[in-house]
């Protein structure tokens, strides 16, 4: 909630603008009042929403991790690699117990998504049919086991709980069992979803694998079949938006329609009606997201406009379509496609016909120029605030990609009409888009090989955030009021050639991402990420960083889901300082990860275990590190590091020391801050605690007042005698939720309540912040503090 009420700032300071506005064009003041009407009514509603979603969720909490019975209605299907994913609504679901339950125990679920393999027609009850004969309309029940949407946990990790919510579904079943309860098919929506099935084997087909996939991304919005390496490049570079259903695709449908049958002698009235209905249809057989819906609006209001004979207005259709889609849920508003969308159209609206008018709108380039640097300035606070980073050449890809989409629409269309009549026309009529995405390719490529090609800013703070509203409004009026003194032709003679105003454009441009470049860390962070079964520790001093572990066993892919999003989260492209504590999969796999895959996140220097030289995985990680030009470091007792005011000092183990296991490698490192003293211990053993107190000593460890617990909680380590020598006065405890080790032992928990000593739970609390300015120290928890929100 805290999320919610805090972005209903953003719409508070538009309508004081717009308030303002009003005001200075001397409008009648009765209208005036108008946008803070909105607003509040708008806060209102997207509190009783949040009400409505409270009461939800008690009803989430009973059905999960539980084998649940659900009966409703499909009302949409879709197939990846034989894995199905079907949509239900109007549901009844009641928790299960084996074959027994009580029938009156019934949850009343808006929303629910079932995933599940496809399996065959059973014989013994002809009720259970494959998946593949199933149609939007039918009435199933379901069974299998219930589960949440998972949550976010570390800063940057994608949250499926807040965007399924936002879509309206609730719970996620595994599905177990299926029997058709009622066959009968929504013949409309059924009807689009076979022509969408037609759509994308014609383009596959006709155009093969690679093209086929984008064409059916580009013409019906379905991302699925992109090839990874096209759709990491066009995201790389700032033309992802291209595949995605917009404005563009309905004009190109919609408009060209509505010109034929108006050249057909139709009137305004029936050909802007069949328009309407294409659209439409067009939008259902896309998917009907946010964003394609705020298209579909805006064309059935241009519609109308031509039949009432009225002008139509970019921003009052835009502000229409806003206000619809808040109405069906206030959360869309929070998803970033919802925002750009929109963004994006209020620059066109807003920013760039004042941006056109001080440049000389009659002039060549300056309305494209104008409308390209309007929609980069507009949302590049919502492109840094949900993707983290900048592709810093993508106006200029754009600039030369928009205008040639159309194209590929319409290459696509034809393959799809052409192709249906005769397969050689189909594979003609490919020709135009299959040069066009080449071109693409060609372009994104090279331009990926520029210097600076992506920068990575991190997620701006609110303060910045608002500070930049601030910004966008005086730049609009300075624009008004600028354009407004060169309207006399004696003045714009003397005034500068418009080419030097495209120029400063441009520089504005630039300005605005200088605007968002990251500060320095002030004091020191540091951040135990929950990776689940496993070690990562994140450190944060001015403008350095440092990792230490990274790895985990229950989280398959932690460098690419956890990892490097919490480091472009952070504002973060290289990591100055990665030390290893030893070879095991649960400290290294996410760093292995960023060596060998990720192209945004360089290492610097990793700190290899001296112990675990003969080590195969440590072997693997230095051939890994040597090849990306990291340097490698073997690190032993007694080494010592500087990283600006924090000092990193290897305790344990020594060159001459010969660990009998793979945990008894684990560097033992202790990291002094002012008066902030944190020990790391790895997966160190109770052997090798007690070899570290006898080369310390007792008072050799005492200043320590942090401590991240080894071995995950182990009884096996933390032994008495280390803890009482230690006396940490709060400790950090890694590991994952239900693991089958039964970490953390409850030995280790009642010695650290014996002692005294506060422990924070990663598999409890999320990610873990501590802070420092070295005197003072400050802990967080990501679950707790509402995702660390504002700590930027």
Known sequence: MLALTSWLLIPALFGAGMILYGYWRGRDFRWILLPLLFLYLGAAWAHGDQKK????????????????????????????????????????????????????????????????????????????????GLG???????????????????????????FYKAMGLDLKIYGKELVVLDPGKDPLLEGIRQVKLWIIETFYRLTGEKDGGIFVAAVIGDKDGIPKEINDLYQKNGIAHLLAISGMHMSVIGLFFYRILRKMGLGYGRAGLAGSLLVILYGILTGNSPSVA??????????????????????????LALILLSLKSPLLLMQGGVQLSFGAVFAIGGMMPAMAEWAGKEKPLVKAVSTAVAIQVVTLPVVLYHFYQLPLYGIFLNFLAIPIMDAVVYSGLAVIFLGSLCPFLGIGAAGIGHYILVFY?????????????????????????????????????????????????????KSSPYICRVLLLFVLYGFSILFFRPSPVKGLEAMFLDVGQGDGILLRTGKSTILVDGGSTSKKSLGEYTLEPCLKNLGISAVDYAFISHGDLDHLSGVRFLLETSDDIRIKNIMLPCQGKGDEKIKELEEL????????????????????ELKITCLYPGRSDIPETVNAQSEVLKM???????????????????????????????????????????????????????????????????????????????RFKGLGVEVFKTAEEGA?????????IHFSSYVDADGFYGYN
């Open 53 to 132: 979603w409270e009461k939800r969720e008690k009803s989430i909490e009973a059905l999960t991790e539980t084998y649940v019975e659900a009966r409703g209605t499909i009302t949409s299907i879709e197939e990846e690699d034989g894995t199905f994913e079907i949509l239900l609504k109007d549901n009844r679901v009641y928790p299960r117990s084996g074959k027994d339950r009580d029938k009156t125990d019934c949850f009343l679920i808006p929303g629910l998504m079932v995933t599940f393999k496809d399996f065959k027609k059973e014989e013994k009850n002809s009720s259970i049919v494959s998946l593949k």
């Open 136 to 162: 939007i309309g039918e009435t199933v029940l379901i069974r299998g086991e219930g589960k949440a949407f998972s949550r976010a946990r570390n800063p940057g990790e994608f949250d499926s709980w807040e």
């Open 294 to 319: 705020r298209a579909v609006i805006m064309m059935v209001i241009t519609f109308l406009a031509s039949y009432l004979g009225r002008t139509y207005d970019l921003l009052s259709s835009a502000s």
């Open 672 to 750: 002094d801050y002012g008066s902030c003293h944190m020990l790391f211990t790895g997966d160190m053993g109770e052997k090798e605690e007690t070899r570290l107190l006898e080369r310390l000593g007792k008072k050799g460890l005492s200043e320590i007042n942090v401590l991240k617990t080894a071995h995950h909680g182990s009884k096996y380590s933390s032994s008495e005698a280390f803890l009482e020598a230690v006396s940490p006065r709060w400790a950090v405890i890694s590991y994952g939720e239900n693991n089958t080790y039964g970490h953390p032992h409850k030995e280790v928990l009642e």
């Open 441 to 493: 390719e060609f372009a994104c490529k090279n331009i990926a090989k520029l210097p600076y090609n992506n920068l990575t800013f991190g997620r701006p703070d609110t303060r910045r955030l608002a500070a930049y509203g601030f910004f966008l409004a005086a730049l609009f009026f300075i624009l008004k009021i600028a354009a407004s003194f060169g309207k006399n032709k004696e003045e714009e003679e």
């Open 625 to 644: 590190a040597r090849k990306r030009g990291t340097k490698v470091i073997y690190l032993a007792g007694g080494d010592e590091l500087t990283v600006e």
């Open 768 to 776: 873990i912040r501590l802070w420092t300015d070295g005197m003072k």
